[in-house]
């Protein structure tokens, strides 16, 4: 098959009302795509049979009432042989689809607000991104954990190679690393919104920025290499094949093709931005944007569009009208242009822009470097240096306007520069977070600019149903839509950046119990008929001897007699019930301060362990669970042996708790996550094997717990200690464990 090397338009989809957010390639049928649309619809396409080009729709779904933002391809298994497909939208729901019918199969509720990014792991495991800052990570129909830790919107997640591991990119201007659903790093660099995530390997991944760049990162935290091209906000990139060549798209109206870590050719479309992009297994490059076209691109000679589609394509992308306030053209003073002799002088490379004066219009070509010629991109509007405007001067800028906000009564009054060429939920949002204020206020102050800028615009009249992310002032081909009721985003938008601005039964006989011990305890019972006395255990471990030589060495030796004393059924519902119950709670978090004495953090733990012994006690622990386990895994760096056990068997007793309740499925998660992070630390053996029992206590009995375990890659991880023989316990429950999670 012949290959040019330079990607040309292969065909036009014009499949969807309005804007296309997403694409992801099928695993079935084969060829395939997945596409969604602000018009509320996931499509999906198939190669034409007939001919060499081209792609028919195969199936439509709906199931959103506001716009589709993102997709992605759920592997398939059993149950689905096919796959699945996932989208999620502006009504804060992950619609999950299958082929055979155009309704969800089923809905995933729990963000609170948009949508805008999924990734599907392995063992069917979902991850979904979203501005309420969190993401959540899910299996089948249930939320297994939620990932909190941003400041702003979640606007790229993705899953790594690396079973555990999984990424985040926001509009905090940072990417975090997330391990068992506990945050492992946070990467720093960009200087605006992180827009989009891309995996190269299990090491390494790409991201795009508001900023208008591209990097290149190590999971260890080094930033390999900052790609710079684009001239304003990067929406996506994917990843060829090959791992090192990728494709980026953007609201500067380009897809741009990067090989060996330079953009070697850039396609401009005639929409203003162009939302998304996915590599398809014959390496052509599908492109979604605000027109609501898809484009396939490919180097492949046989799948060239052909000759009449391509001046279409051409003509329609000269009959484009470039607003320069995006920046994308640089400064512009038409009485300082050349004429159309200009472009006479070939260009120096792919992409390279040039403007020229026709009359008393201003035409902007692109140098096409392998066609090698001058094509053009379109007319540019409004671009005199001379236009004549009333403009208010503001910090040595000029503006449109510049109103006075009072926030406070009483208090001091702030100035709020705004041009009607921006987009007011993104003026709105750099104005609360400049004079760091409450982001509530953000639709208060984008509807105050919308109330007191009506009639003045800039250019075309803006579509009645205004986009979500880059708003009314932007480009729209064709005619303007009339739907109402689409949200707006507070992040991008028509203001755009511009760069540089129990045990189970009874214990066999002649065994002692693992964790007390009590008569010498012998592996050679279980040589011939391998019994598991270690999993699930259901009854609460305490600690029940006191310390007498730390009860004088400690700020509150009351502790090591209250541990103690909730072990008696009196006690225990006298301190675990009412608000007592919370103020114990409380005061026992305090002293698990990771800045804390190790003598008082492992005492107030083993007082957690033993109110388990009561009823009073477990249910306060159950109601507090969020907290008292986070705290505890915060202290697994601390170096303690005994602070480990007393970690080690918190977790084993709520995980005995949660025996036997596959609803809770939430509160397993953090079990799993807490064991996870800790099996990293702990070195002690005793530690280690109360960690492997409640892991095991949890994922017995429970096929969603499993699969949790499995996404998370806890065998890989526990894998080493199948062969310690010192003491037998850990290899042999180890083993156990192993063989619960083939």
């Given at each position: 098959?012949?290959?040019?090397?330079?990607?040309?338009?292969?065909?036009?989809?014009?499949?969807?009302?309005?804007?296309?957010?997403?694409?992801?390639?099928?695993?079935?049928?084969?060829?395939?795509?997945?596409?969604?649309?602000?018009?509320?619809?996931?499509?999906?396409?198939?190669?034409?049979?007939?001919?060499?080009?081209?792609?028919?729709?195969?199936?439509?779904?709906?199931?959103?009432?506001?716009?589709?933002?993102?997709?992605?391809?759920?592997?398939?298994?059993?149950?689905?042989?096919?796959?699945?497909?996932?989208?999620?939208?502006?009504?804060?729901?992950?619609?999950?689809?299958?082929?055979?019918?155009?309704?969800?199969?089923?809905?995933?509720?729990?963000?609170?607000?948009?949508?805008?990014?999924?990734?599907?792991?392995?063992?069917?495991?979902?991850?979904?991104?979203?501005?309420?800052?969190?993401?959540?990570?899910?299996?089948?129909?249930k939320c297994m954990m939620t990932l909190q830790g941003h400041t702003?919107?979640?606007?790229?997640?993705?899953?790594?190679?690396e079973q555990g591991l999984m990424l985040t990119g926001s509009a905090d201007k940072t990417i975090k690393l997330w391990k068992a659903g506990r945050c492992e790093r946070t990467f720093s660099g960009h200087e605006d919104c992180?827009?989009?995530?891309?995996?190269?390997?299990?090491?390494?991944?790409?991201?795009?920025?508001?900023?208008?760049?591209?990097?290149?990162?190590?999971?260890?935290?080094?930033?390999?290499?900052?790609?710079?091209?684009?001239?304003?906000?990067?929406?996506?990139?994917?990843?060829?094949?090959?791992?090192?060549?990728?494709?980026?798209?953007?609201?500067?109206?380009?897809?741009?093709?990067?090989?060996?870590?330079?953009?070697?050719?850039?396609?401009?479309?005639?929409?203003?931005?162009?939302?998304?992009?996915?590599?398809?297994?014959?390496?052509?490059?599908?492109?979604?944007?605000?027109?609501?076209?898809?484009?396939i691109f490919t180097e492949s000679e046989e799948r060239f569009a052909s000759a009449q589609d391509l001046q279409a394509f051409e003509d329609e992308l000269s009959k484009a009208t470039i607003d320069p306030k995006t920046g994308d053209l640089g400064d512009i003073k038409i009485e300082d242009l050349p004429g159309r002799e200009h472009l006479n002088e070939p260009g120096n490379r792919d992409g390279q822009t040039r403007l020229i004066k026709e009359g008393t219009n201003v035409e902007a070509y692109q140098w096409n470097m392998s066609d090698g010629r001058w094509l053009k991109i379109g007319d540019?509007?409004?671009?005199?240096?001379?236009?004549?405007?009333?403009?208010?001067?503001?910090?040595?800028?000029?503006y449109d306007f510049v109103f006075t906000i009072d926030v406070n009564e009483g208090g001091p009054s702030m100035k709020l520069p705004y041009n009607v060429n921006e987009d007011p939920w993104l003026t709105a949002h750099n104005f609360l977070q400049r004079n760091d204020l409450n982001p509530m206020f953000l639709d208060q102050v984008a509807n105050f600019i919308i109330e007191n800028t009506k009639g003045h615009?800039?250019?075309?009249?803006?579509?009645?149903?205004?986009?979500?992310?880059?708003?009314?002032?932007?480009?729209?081909?064709?005619?303007?839509?009339?739907?109402?009721?689409?949200?707006?985003?507070?992040?991008?938008?028509?203001?755009?950046?511009?760069?540089?601005?129990?045990?189970?039964?009874?214990?066999?006989?002649?065994?002692?119990?693992?964790?007390?011990?009590?008569?010498?305890?012998?592996?050679?019972?279980?040589?011939?008929?391998?019994?598991?006395?270690?999993?699930?255990?259901?009854?609460g471990v305490m600690f029940e001897q006191a310390n007498p030589t730390q009860i004088l060495d400690i700020v509150f030796p009351v502790l090591d007699i209250l541990r103690l004393a909730v072990r008696h059924p009196e006690i225990n519902a006298q301190l675990c019930g009412g608000t007592d119950g919370a103020s114990l709670c409380n005061h026992l978090l305090g002293l698990m301060s990771p800045q804390g004495r190790p003598a008082n953090q492992m005492l107030a733990l083993r007082t957690f362990c033993n109110c388990f012994s009561g009823s009073?006690?477990?249910?306060?622990?159950?109601?507090?669970?969020?907290?008292?386990?986070?705290?505890?895994?915060?202290?697994?760096?601390?170096?303690?042996?005994?602070?480990?056990?007393?970690?080690?068997?918190?977790?084993?007793?709520?995980?005995?708790?949660?025996?036997?309740?596959?609803?809770?499925?939430?509160?397993?998660?953090?079990?799993?996550?807490?064991v996870s992070s800790a099996l990293e630390v702990v070195q002690d053996k005793e530690a280690v094997f109360r960690l492997l029992v409640a892991l095991g206590t949890t994922v017995a009995g429970d096929n969603t717990a499993k699969d949790l375990a499995r996404s998370l890659g806890v065998s890989s991880q526990i894998t080493k200690y199948a062969s310690v023989s010192d003491p037998a316990k850990v290899g042999e429950c180890c083993r156990l464990l192993l063989d619960e999670l083939q």
């Open positions: 098959m012949a290959s040019s090397n330079t990607y040309r338009l292969s065909c036009s989809i014009p499949g969807h009302e309005m804007d296309v957010r997403g694409l992801a390639s099928t695993f079935f049928p084969e060829g395939a795509f997945v596409s969604v649309s602000r018009d509320r619809t996931a499509r999906v396409w198939v190669p034409n049979s007939s001919e060499n080009r081209g792609y028919k729709e195969l199936h439509c779904m709906n199931g959103h009432t506001n716009f589709v933002s993102c997709v992605c391809i759920i592997a398939p298994n059993e149950t689905y042989p096919r796959g699945l497909i996932a989208t999620g939208g502006n009504d804060n729901i992950i619609c999950v689809f299958s082929l055979d019918r155009p309704d969800p199969l089923f809905t995933l509720k729990g963000h609170t607000n948009t949508v805008c990014s999924l990734s599907a792991g392995k063992f069917g495991t979902l991850l979904s991104g979203s501005w309420d800052t969190t993401a959540k990570v899910w299996l089948s129909d702003a919107a979640v606007w790229a997640a993705v899953i790594l190679p992180v827009r989009g995530l891309a995996v190269v390997s299990s090491v390494e991944f790409f991201s795009c920025s508001n900023d208008a760049t591209i990097r290149r990162w190590m999971v260890t935290g080094e930033c390999v290499e900052v790609y710079n091209s684009h001239t304003n906000y990067i929406y996506s990139v994917a990843v060829f094949p090959s791992g090192q060549d990728f494709v980026s798209t953007g609201e500067d109206r380009t897809v741009r093709i990067w090989k060996k870590g330079e953009c070697t050719q850039t396609i401009r479309l005639p929409a203003q931005s162009v939302w998304c992009c996915c590599v398809l297994p014959n390496g052509d490059i599908a492109v979604g944007a605000s027109d609501g076209i898809i484009r540019v509007v409004g671009g005199s240096s001379k236009e004549s405007s009333k403009k208010v001067m503001y910090e040595g800028k000029e615009t800039i250019g075309p009249a803006p579509a009645s149903a205004v986009d979500p992310f880059t708003g009314s002032g932007r480009y729209i081909p064709g005619a303007p839509d009339s739907r109402q009721g689409f949200g707006t985003d507070p992040f991008t938008g028509a203001g755009r950046y511009i760069p540089g601005s129990g045990t189970t039964g009874t214990t066999p006989a002649g065994i002692a119990d693992p964790f007390t011990g009590g008569s010498a305890y012998s592996s050679a019972a279980f040589q011939k008929s391998v019994t598991n006395i270690y999993f699930p255990k259901t009854d009073h006690g477990r249910s306060l622990l159950l109601g507090q669970r969020e907290a008292v386990l986070s705290r505890a895994a915060d202290l697994r760096s601390v170096c303690n042996r005994n602070l480990h056990i007393a970690l080690a068997t918190l977790v084993l007793n709520y995980a005995g708790i949660l025996h036997g309740r596959p609803s809770e499925i939430e509160a397993k998660a953090q079990c799993l996550s807490v």
